[in-house]
């Protein structure tokens, strides 16, 4: 993968609801990601993941379908919000609002499939955050949803037109980390 993946969010013009459901139009409509790879080697993830992205005026929404074959054997230990929820299986989105991408400035929200959400911030000091997420288990899956809004992402200052992202899995029933580099 040397060449660095470009997606381009699809604008939905009304609120996509975060409630772990995605037969809703909105996500069906939204660019669908695939593709994981595993950190470090570089292999396709052992178990399949969809990331779709969508946004309004307002938000970025983002849906996860984490197909995998154990459901009962998911790791979800963390029980608030505000703890290290990618300890647990979960989904993170690394985001720096800015077309180089720059780690002192990157945002990273993370969803447990116990529906337990963390943001981790740049300036790392601990405030009321009006982004939400919810997960849903189901028979072969589960899903996780999150609505961002932009003023979430703007105390750094300007907002580019070319973000970088990634899209990440936790799975921690192999212990390996899946990419969807974006």
């Given at each position: ?56 005026r ?6 996860f ?5 154990e ?27 800015y ?22 911030h ?18 072969g ?19 580019e ?10 799975e ?11």
């Amino acid at each position: 993968m040397s060449e660095v993946p470009v997606v381009t969010p699809t604008y939905v013009g009304y609120a996509a609801r975060a409630d772990g459901k995605v037969g809703e139009q909105a996500w069906s409509n939204a660019t669908c990601l695939s593709n994981f790879r595993l950190v470090g080697s570089g292999e396709p993830a052992s178990q399949r993941t969809e990331a779709r992205v969508c946004y309004d005026r307002s938000n970025l929404y983002i849906s996860f379908e984490c197909f995998e074959d154990e459901m009962g054997r998911l790791k979800t230990e963390s029980t608030h919000d505000g703890e290290h929820v990618w300890h647990d299986d979960s989904v993170e989105i690394w985001i720096s609002p800015y077309s180089v991408a720059d780690a002192a400035k990157t945002h990273q929200f993370v969803v447990s499939a116990a529906g337990i959400k963390t943001h981790v911030h740049p300036d790392h000091a601990r405030r009321e955050e009006p982004w939400r997420a919810a997960a849903v288990r189901m028979t072969g899956k589960w899903v996780a949803q999150i609505t961002i809004p932009f003023d979430t992402l703007r105390p750094l200052g300007r907002n580019e037109s070319c973000w970088r992202v990634n899209f990440c899995r936790n799975e921690y029933l192999t212990a390996r980390r899946a990419v969807g580099r974006r």
